[in-house]
């Protein structure tokens, strides 16, 4: 590890004495683009995308081999979440309020004609269970509607608004899988501890139990094999690592193990709809890589490789016949753009490059790297250096764990690595233990571990710098989001002399109102996060939660402190960072609060990311820049909203 790193740092050494590093303004890196997500009609003659109208992502549509769009949604208030092709004629699209997650289903038309709420239900959440791609005018929807905490599943006519319920959530289901006739055959199931997998013949028949496993074990369904007689799964089950699986839906018995890794966890099994073939598998390493069932789909994929040479190459949509496709390419330093590939005539045709205004040779390589934990755990992450260095030595870094906290960070564009390493900044991410995709052991060991292990994982990345020479021990950051705030947050209280200042965007202060103030439909899984996270009601768990819990510590916090914070936060309440500022002025520590009353769980309006990250800019060009080695803390002072 020690070579690869070195060699690396040579190679921008290299190439640092002859280029000088543009510096790039904070919306080139956060302002919507042009166009982007862009998909195919089912006929295949249209291509839509997302592109701004009055500052608000709204979907347009253009025919392959016209030059006019028809904007078909006004959204003015806030950005189109996702949405897809129902029809040649219709799109599907889901958004929320303010970032309240308390998403709707909207039908809006091609022809901008029409754009209607599909479900204009108070304080409910939708979310889609199947496509329905064979029934041009109905969808598989599901809706916490007649109880918060679960989901039921509708099926709905677009075209009337019609809707029956055709699957009841007796308080347990916490998933619903279809066949490929579009009927619900098989649900998983949680009491918070257990899970289990239920399947039947048919739609009318009930439900029969086939697994049951302590929720750390899952076999998870991915779809039915298309004659819809057998389940195809991503299950550990006997097994450390993640296999694909192929599962009898009679006995729950594993009847093949078609793909498994050694190193990590696979899950991402693809089929083509047409043909019915299983076609690839993703596989997230370091970077993300392929396996192939499918020859057909591997020959496609090499061709298109080998043209798009240097980017990581994504096939995301194609048309119902399946010789139209959309492929999108993307690097460590580009967004990437959307091509157009028509397999019939091998044509493959840009469409849109995603962010033109930023040249990929001014921006820098993200590294993977690895290092060892004082307990002798294996943790991998990416290092990003900034280009206007002579040699990484000494330089002022920003941590930055991700949140979660069980999730990953990947190789690839990260608009906010990006825009640190521009202004001269280190980054280094890691894949904390508990991070997903290692394993199941590696998974286990983050339980109970919030402020303790998973805290000291972060904090071995910075000694790994320090002690490479990399990280300027006096001029050492942290900043994160959800998870990642609230480990900001315990860095700076647990470990008050490691970092020079830190920024804490909408995290987890207060472990007590943290597990209080979960969402409705969080509950079913609130045992298991007891074991997860700790539990309030059990005197031990009890006093670890307290003694980890960085709002009981704030008097040990030493560094300036920068807050950020969505007023409608579902997951991480807003009383989570008013809590840390309260505590802070108690002490006379004036800490920076910026909170925006009309987004959520992050800033999705585009002129708030502008107002954060400019913010962040001054707020560490202050800290970490101007600040001499042994000058006195400047406590920073507040943002007016």
């Known amino acids: 590890m020690f070579k690869k790193l070195i060699g690396f740092s040579c190679l921008l050494i290299m190439s640092n004495t002859l280029v000088a590093q ?20 089912p006929d295949g003659d249209q291509l839509s995308y997302l592109a701004p109208w009055n500052n608000r992502m709204n979907i347009h549509v253009v025919p392959i081999n016209g030059t006019t769009p028809v904007r078909v949604t006004s959204l003015t208030d806030r950005d189109i979440n996702g949405y897809f092709w129902k029809n040649n004629t219709s799109i599907i699209y889901v958004r929320d309020f303010g970032g309240d997650e308390n998403f709707h289903l909207f039908l809006a038309s091609t022809d901008g004609k029409t754009e209607k709420d599909l479900t204009p239900f108070k304080d ?40 029956k319920l055709v699957a009841k959530n007796p308080g347990n289901i916490s998933g619903w899988i279809t066949d490929h006739n579009g009927q619900i055959r098989a649900a998983t199931t949680t009491d918070g501890v257990q899970t289990g997998l239920m399947v039947r013949e048919k739609e009318s028949d009930p439900f029969t139990t086939i697994i049951t496993t302590d929720f750390r074990e899952s076999a998870n369904p991915l779809f039915f094999t298309f004659d819809n007689k057998q389940l195809y799964a991503a299950s550990n089950i006997g097994r450390d690592k993640q296999a694909i699986v192929l599962l009898d839906i009679k006995t729950g018995k594993e009847v093949e193990t078609l793909f498994e890794d050694e190193e990590v966890d696979v899950s991402d099994l693809s089929y083509s709809r ?23 789909t591997e020959i ?8 798009l040479i240097g980017y990581r190459v994504a096939i995301t949509n194609s048309n119902k016949n399946e010789d139209k496709f959309l492929v999108r390419t993307y690097s460590d330093r580009s967004l990437g ?5 028509d397999k019939t005539t091998d044509k493959l045709t840009k469409l849109h490059e995603l962010s033109p205004w930023i040249n990929e040779s001014d921006m820098c390589y993200m590294q993977p790297i690895s ?33 979660g906290p069980w999730a990953r960070d990947s190789w690839g564009w990260n608009p906010e690595v990006q825009f640190l390493a521009n202004r001269g900044y280190a980054v280094l991410q890691m894949n904390f233990r508990g991070s997903t995709g290692y394993g199941k052991a590696f998974w286990e060991s983050s339980f109970k571990q919030w402020g303790q292990d998973m805290q000291r994982d972060i904090s071995d990345g910075v000694n790994w710098l320090t002690n490479q020479g990399i990280a300027d021990p006096k001029r050492v950051a942290i900043y994160g989001a959800s998870y990642g705030g609230y480990a900001t947050l315990a860095g700076i209280a647990f470990t008050p002399d490691t970092y020079t200042c830190a920024i804490d965007y909408v995290g987890v202060s207060n472990l007590f109102s943290f597990m209080k103030t979960i969402p409705p439909y969080w509950k079913p899984y609130l045992e298991m996060m007891y074991t997860m996270v700790g539990n309030p009601n059990d005197p031990k768990d009890s006093v670890m939660m307290h003694k980890y819990s960085p709002v009981f510590h704030v008097d040990k916090i030493k560094c300036p402190l920068f807050i950020a914070q969505g007023a409608k936060d579902p997951r991480v309440n807003k009383d989570e ?28 309006n585009e002129e708030n990311r502008f107002e954060f990250y400019e913010a962040m800019e001054t707020f560490l060009k202050t800290h970490m820049i101007d600040k001499k080695a042994n000058a006195p803390i400047i406590r920073a002072t507040p943002i007016k909203n």
Do not use: C, W
């Open 22 to 41: 543009k510096t790039y303004p904070v919306k080139d890196f956060f302002k919507n683009a042009e166009k982007t997500r862009f998909q195919i009609s």
């Open 124 to 163: 409910v959440r939708v979310s889609i269970t199947d496509q329905l791609e064979d029934f041009p005018n109905e969808v598989l929807i599901e809706m916490n509607k007649e109880n918060p905490e679960v989901f039921d599943v509708y099926r709905m006519n677009i075209t009337t608004g019609d809707m």
């Open 274 to 296: 047409k043909r019915k073939v299983l076609t690839s598998i993703g596989i997230e390493k370091d970077k993300y890589e392929y396996a192939f069932f499918d020859k057909q």
């Open 300 to 307: 496609m994929h090499i061709r298109l490789a080998e043209e």
């Open 337 to 341: 753009a959307y091509y157009f590939y």
């Open 371 to 403: 290092y060892e934990t004082k307990d002798g755990k294996t943790i991998h992450g990416y290092l990003t250096l900034p280009q206007n260095v002579k040699e990484a030595k000494n330089l002022p870094v920003v941590i930055n764990p991700h949140g």
């Open 577 to 604: 960072s008013d809590q840390v500022v309260a505590a802070l002025k108690k002490n006379n520590i004036i800490v920076q609060y910026m909170v925006k009353d009309n987004e959520g769980h992050g800033f999705r």
